[in-house]
């Protein structure tokens, strides 16, 4: 018999329009909103009643959709942030310039989004084969990236690969860390308990701070 996590679904009112909210409940200690694609996806521990996830939404509405729709590549026309780091951008295509050394010329908004998620990939896959190294993994892990709706990483242990969400390239390099420890130290814990903490915390010792600005739209 399977045990299948079916999301819920209620609507939400914010600045006089009603935005869908669509619930998954797991085996989680605490409650993480997102929005995207005009809704709001919410994980949250399987005790926890829609009120107490209003009341979240009532605190970080305005700064999930705001943040989301002002960092819209589509809508930006002079900069984006790039790990971290705003850059100009012309939407009629040109030339990025990062602080290695290395450039990235574009096509259009469209095309710019391609390439850097190939740069995000090989940056991710470099931190992923340092963390390895450091926690000392025993065998390396292949590493994709992929659209991901309410999840931001997953470690398939079936297939001995780490997802990475394909549009965290806003985010600094510290705050993509702790998401790579995140998904590392599942090699030695597979749930979300305290031992499984303890380990997170070992190699990434500002863990809360980092990845709260990864769930709150924060890029650096």
């Known amino acids: 018999m399977y045990n299948l996590v079916m999301p819920q679904s209620y609507f939400y009112e914010y600045n006089a329009q009603k935005y869908e909210v669509i619930i998954t409940h797991k085996r989680i200690k605490r409650i993480i909103y997102r929005f995207h694609d005009d809704k709001f996806f919410v994980s949250a521990p399987h005790f926890v009643t829609w009120y107490n996830i209003k009341k979240g939404l009532d605190k970080f509405a305005q700064k999930l959709v705001d943040n989301t729709k002002s960092n819209d590549l589509s809508k930006v026309r002079d900069s984006v942030y ?30 710019l989004i391609d390439k850097l998620k190939q740069v995000y990939l090989e940056v991710m896959t470099s931190r992923t084969r340092y963390f390895e190294n450091l926690m ?30 394909d549009h965290l390239f806003y985010y600094s390099i510290d705050i993509l860390d702790s998401l790579v420890v995140h998904e590392l130290s599942h090699d030695f814990v ?15 010792p500002n863990y809360k701070k980092v990845n709260n600005k990864l769930k709150k739209g924060i890029y650096f």
């Not at 290695?100 to 574009?106: I, M, Q, S």
């Not at 993994?137 to 992929?146: E, L």
């Not at 297939?159 to 990475?164: A, K, M, R």
């Not at 597979?190 to 990434?204: G, L």
């Open 190 to 204: 597979k749930n979300h308990s305290e031992d499984f903490y303890k380990v997170v915390y070992k190699y990434c």
């Open 82 to 111: 790039l790990f971290g780091v705003e850059v100009k951008i012309n939407q009629g295509g040109g030339l990025i310039n990062f602080k290695n050394g290395a450039t990235l010329k574009y096509l259009n908004y469209e095309d």
């Open 136 to 165: 000392k993994v025993s065998k390396p892990y292949k590493v994709k990236i992929k659209k991901m709706r309410t999840r931001l990483g997953s470690n398939s242990s079936k297939t001995h690969t780490i997802y990475y969400a």
